[in-house]
Nanobody, 115 residues
Framework: QVQLVESGGGLVQAGGSLRLSCAPS????????MGWHRQAPGKQRELVAT???????RYADSMKERFTISRDNAKTTVYLQMNSLKPEDTAVYYC?????????WGKGTLVTVSS
């Protein structure tokens, strides 16, 4: 079964940057939207950003000035560039890759922003 593998999380100081990547362990056919969500301790999972096959993007309001989502369709890979990180960005970040019939989710990568 195909799994999504996230990488790039870690510990960073406030104001720093991280770049997350997510790619499947095998082939996925019929990919359309890709995205990132996050879940902070004690909070519900929330949308970070999504990107369509054509490259149209959508962001949560609190992140759209600091985060950039991108994708490489040839590699079926989605990225999240995070700049000007704040302690409140501390969370587990999950990627997802969708086809018309299946939504794949990664297991998450932890991002910790120290003040």
């Amino acid at each position: 079964q195909v799994q999504l593998v996230e990488s790039g999380g870690g510990l960073v100081q406030a104001g720093g940057s991280l770049r997350l990547s997510c790619a499947p362990s095998g082939s996925i056919f019929g990919v359309n939207t890709m995205g990132w969500h996050r879940q902070a301790p004690g909070k519900q999972r929330e949308l970070v950003a999504t990107i369509t096959t054509a490259g149209s993007t959508r962001y949560a309001d609190s992140m759209k000035e600091r985060f950039t989502i991108s994708r490489d369709n040839a590699k079926t890979t989605v990225y999240l560039q995070m700049n000007s990180l704040k302690p409140e960005d501390t969370a587990v970040y999950y990627c997802n890759i969708n086809t018309w019939s299946v939504h794949f989710w990664g297991k998450g990568t932890l991002v910790t922003v120290s003040s």
